[in-house]
């Protein structure tokens, strides 16, 4: 079947203030929790927020076209992977930073060309096992100032996507999914950056 993720942006003080022992239940049950406890209130597509009841300490995000499959973003990182040689400077670093922890895996680092270190990568897990991305709010805050350069330049990776890629299998096999998965994730780092929040993604 694949591996599927469950996308949270978080209040880490929240998280930090439950005894050690409860946090991974905690963090699971909001990740995997019945839709019967979820509202959507006047929401853009993909989010879902708790009941008042039970808190607003976090929401989940489901991207539009993935089914919850990780495959998309596996793809959209070997997209960036194959294009960003031939991306101008100053919006190449951007991506790469931007990218870096969210969608364009570690297994691309070491033979990046152009080199490439990124300055945020995920950090080691603390609350679950099943953590596949966990960033702090230090971290969320250094990508929206990242997607602040990215989100304008976005329409111009069209011509060295089509340009440069070929004919593609597998998924994100166009520069119009390729952009909209990006977007999504623009969202995603906006969201939890106005709220001073981390991001959680969890394997399912």
Sequence with gaps: MGLCMELLIVDCAYIDAVPAESRADLVETAAFGSDDDIWEADQPEGWT??????GTWYARYEFRNTLTSYKP???????????????LPELRTALDEFSAPLFWGEYNWEFADPPFIPAVVGRENRWCPQTMLWLLPEDVTALHHCWARVEPGL???REPFEQHLGELTG?????RSFAALVTEWGEVVTEAAGRGWGIISLKC
């Design 155 to 157: 329409p111009s990776l």
């Design 49 to 54: 927020w708790p009941d008042a009841e039970d």
């Design 73 to 87: 973003h596996f793809w959209a990182g070997e997209r960036w992977d194959k294009m960003r040689a031939f991306v």
């Design 171 to 175: 998924r994100v096999s166009d520069f």
